[in-house]
């Protein structure tokens, strides 16, 4: 299958420095890229949707200047984490739709960033 | 209401038995997927496998099969001859649409393999 790419895969700050967290399709050319956010045992929970050439589309609840999402290229989003709090320590996942020929519509999965803010 | 319920915080299952993990979906659309990922605790999601609406058999990929109940609204996955490897959190998730972009998520099953 596609394979995507993230990177750091763990990042430890202080709180109030900035984090930038990239994902990468390796193989395909993604116009759209998703990124999630997930806690502790808990479930994945949609942040914004990557738009390349655009500005994201984030959820509800999602401060979108807190959150800075880039889609530079076909194969590059990046997620910054501005100003960043203990509170948004957490898992990030990004991930990307292969448009060549799946008809599963799936989505490729990065995997993830385990940011941790002191 | 919740487009994707797991209502399996927790599972068991002694090695080498079969393994149902159970998933309901809520959708008004037509035309939707639904999928299986599992997430180890390396936190990678790994596609399992996915079924469409329209597909009259349920789906199978090797020891991965899908209970596909339409009128239920149900998508268990089916695990047989359970691994030790297959200790994770497993996902269901649901496209809509035969376009859409956004994956619904349940809240997971956490699946131990006794050996």
């Known amino acids: 299958g596609a394979v995507v790419s993230q990177h750091p895969s763990r990042v430890i700050c202080k709180s109030g420095t900035s984090v930038k967290i990239e994902c990468r399709s390796l193989?395909?050319?993604?116009?759209?890229m998703f990124w999630y956010r997930q806690f502790p045992k808990q479930s994945l929970m949609l942040m914004a949707t990557?738009?390349?050439?655009?500005?994201?589309?984030?959820e509800q609840g999602v401060e979108k200047d807190k959150f800075l999402i880039n889609h530079a290229s076909l194969t590059l989003s990046t997620l910054t984490v501005t100003s960043a709090h203990p509170e948004d320590s957490s898992f990030y996942i990004c991930?990307?739709?292969?448009?060549?020929?799946?008809?599963?519509?799936?989505?490729?999965f990065g995997p993830g960033t385990r940011l941790t803010v002191l | 209401a919740q487009k994707i319920t797991q209502t399996q915080p927790g599972m068991f299952v002694q090695e080498k038995e079969a393994v149902t993990l159970d998933c309901t979906y809520d959708?008004?659309?037509?035309?939707?997927?639904l999928f299986w990922y599992k997430q180890p605790s390396s936190g990678e999601m790994i596609f399992l496998i996915y079924?469409?609406?329209?597909?009259?058999q349920n789906a199978t990929e090797g020891r991965y099969s899908l209970n596909f109940q339409k009128a239920r609204k149900s998508a268990n996955l089916v695990i047989s001859a359970s691994q030790l490897g297959d200790s994770a959190m497993y996902f269901c998730?649901?496209?809509?649409?035969?376009?859409?972009?956004?994956?619904?998520f349940g809240t997971g099953t956490s699946l131990t393999v006794i050996p």
């Open positions: 998730a649901m496209r809509e649409g035969s376009l859409g972009n956004q994956f619904y």
């Open positions: 990557s738009n390349e050439g655009s500005k994201a589309t984030y």
């Open positions: 959708t008004s659309d037509q035309s939707y997927g």
């Open positions: 079924q469409g609406s329209y597909d009259e």
């Open positions: 193989d395909f050319q993604a116009t759209t």
């Open positions: 991930s990307a739709r292969d448009p060549r020929g799946s008809s599963y519509n799936e989505q490729f």
